[in-house]
């Protein structure tokens, strides 16, 4: 059987040209007007399913407790509904563009199939790159998001709640006698509550304004200094009218407490911070795989485009 004879049983294409360059007929390789229009019927698909998917996620959620989807729920809806929505988009764009391009002529099966696939992985292409010029700023954020909470978790947490500690203490300091906010300046309170009811001559703002920076110190030293609680204590036991040690035992005795929360404050700063991390990655890895799946639907879907187009 000559080759003739076997390619012209091909309705796919015309007779295969033997020869020099000059004799193959037909039009350009790439139908950029195909590629386009399947790019834009793509991006204006994934835009009404993203709409779609976030109306449905606003739906799910509530403000009420043991009310709504988990945040496990949403996780998992918002990763399949990110692959369908690619999935939905590139395959159409894919198609579009292989049925939408010019009829190549003098070709082998095997051209006209690469064509096809390219022409669906071009249109996949710009509107990917279209969507993503149009979604930056989100996309940032995921990053940002993932790449600062990983240094947070490398050794900024620790700082960041001792630092918030501290802060907040001095601002509370002018108001030790009154409504105080913060743990600090509620266990500073507390040093002031006399079991006797006994009246202190000393000054609240200046006792609880001087011991409050005493505190502060040592928070951030990780350690109350003796000389300090000895002074805190004498402040104390002027207030409540208890001994010098029982008031120095309440002074150890609200330092460690007041350390107690700072550290749990620290750990739920590296559980937020973790978690941060970990959602930003697994976004990161939801993305990747959804992108690699459209550009293998959007080839494939260009492929069975070009060939109802020829037949």
């Known amino acids: 059987m000559t080759p003739t004879a076997t390619l012209a049983s091909d309705p796919r294409r015309d007779s295969v040209a033997y020869g020099t360059p000059a004799a193959v007929s037909g039009p350009s390789a790439v139908s950029w007007g195909a590629v386009f229009a399947g790019a834009a019927a793509a991006a204006a698909l994934s835009l009404i399913l993203l709409l ?5 996620g606003l739906s799910s959620l509530s403000p009420w407790a043991n009310q709504g989807a988990s945040a496990k729920a949403l996780g998992v809806g918002g990763f399949v509904w990110v692959v369908f929505m690619q999935l939905a988009a590139a395959a159409l764009g894919g198609y579009i563009a292989g049925r939408l391009r010019a009829k190549w002529v003098s070709l082998h099966t095997e051209e006209v199939a690469f064509r096809d ?6 249109a996949w292409g710009v509107a990917t790159l279209f969507t993503a010029a149009l979604l ?3 996309v940032t954020s995921i990053i940002s998001g993932g790449v600062q909470a990983g240094a947070q978790v490398a050794g900024g947490a620790a700082s960041t709640a001792a630092t918030a500690a501290a802060s907040s203490a001095g601002a ?8 105080n906010g913060g743990p600090t300046g509620y266990f500073v309170d507390s040093l002031f509550r006399s079991p006797k009811g006994a009246k202190s001559n000393a000054s609240p703002e200046q006792s609880g ?7 502060t110190n040592a928070i951030a ?24 040690a029982e008031a120095e035992k309440r002074v150890n005795e609200t330092f460690n407490q007041t350390q107690a929360k700072l ?20 976004a990161a890895l939801a993305l990747f795989l959804s992108l690699l799946i459209g550009a293998f639907i959007a080839s494939y879907a260009a492929i ?3 060939r109802q187009r020829d037949d």
């Open 52 to 56: 779609l998917g976030t109306g449905l």
């Open 117 to 122: 696939t390219a022409h669906g992985f071009l």
């Open 136 to 138: 930056t700023s989100s």
């Open 172 to 179: 509370n300091a002018p108001q030790a006698g009154g409504d």
């Open 209 to 215: 304004a001087e011991v409050t920076r005493i505190f």
């Open 221 to 244: 030293s990780g350690k109350l200094p003796e000389e300090d609680a000895r002074y805190a204590g004498q402040l104390v036991a002027q207030r409540t009218g208890m001994s010098q």
């Open 263 to 282: 550290k749990e404050a620290e750990t739920k700063a590296r559980e937020a911070a973790d978690a941060a991390r970990k959602a930003s990655a697994a």
């Open 304 to 306: 069975i485009g070009g």
